[in-house]
Nanobody, 119 residues
Framework: QVQLVESGGGLVQPGGSLRLSCAAS????????MGWYRQAPGKQRELVAA???????NYADSVKGRFTISRDNAKNTVYLQMNSLKPEDTAVYYC?????????????WGQGTQVTVSS
């Protein structure tokens, strides 16, 4: 089992910045990947950014150049730095972990944190 606790969401004006944090209850060193997803009202959950255990990153086209994902293995934490925020970035953001144990793949999710971009 893995518990994930997100923080850092809130209300920000367009063009502003936020940094989301996701702290895991155990070492993230063995996780296949950690990532951030978001879900806006009436829309499906979508991948925002992910980082693999090897440090490879992947971003949604809509956030490339504005968001940066990083992980701190020593703190068991993954971050999402969000700059130049737009109203369309408004959503609930979820932390996700992918883990393989005994050849079985597992997905764990945080409880979500609300990000609202509005003037």
């Amino acid at each position: 089992q893995v518990q994930l606790v997100e923080s850092g969401g809130g209300l920000v004006q367009p063009g502003g910045s936020l940094r989301l944090s996701c702290a895991a209850s155990r070492s993230i060193f063995s996780f296949n990947a950690m990532g951030w997803y978001r879900q806006a009202p009436g829309k499906q959950r979508e991948l925002v950014a992910a980082v693999t255990s090897g440090g490879n990153t992947n971003y949604a086209d809509s956030v490339k150049g504005r968001f940066t994902i990083s992980r701190d293995n020593a703190k068991n934490t993954v971050y999402l730095q969000m700059n130049s925020l737009k109203p369309e970035d408004t959503a609930v953001y979820y932390c996700n972990v992918k883990l393989t144990v005994a050849l079985l793949n597992y997905d764990y999710w945080g409880q979500g944190t609300q990000v609202t971009v509005s003037s």
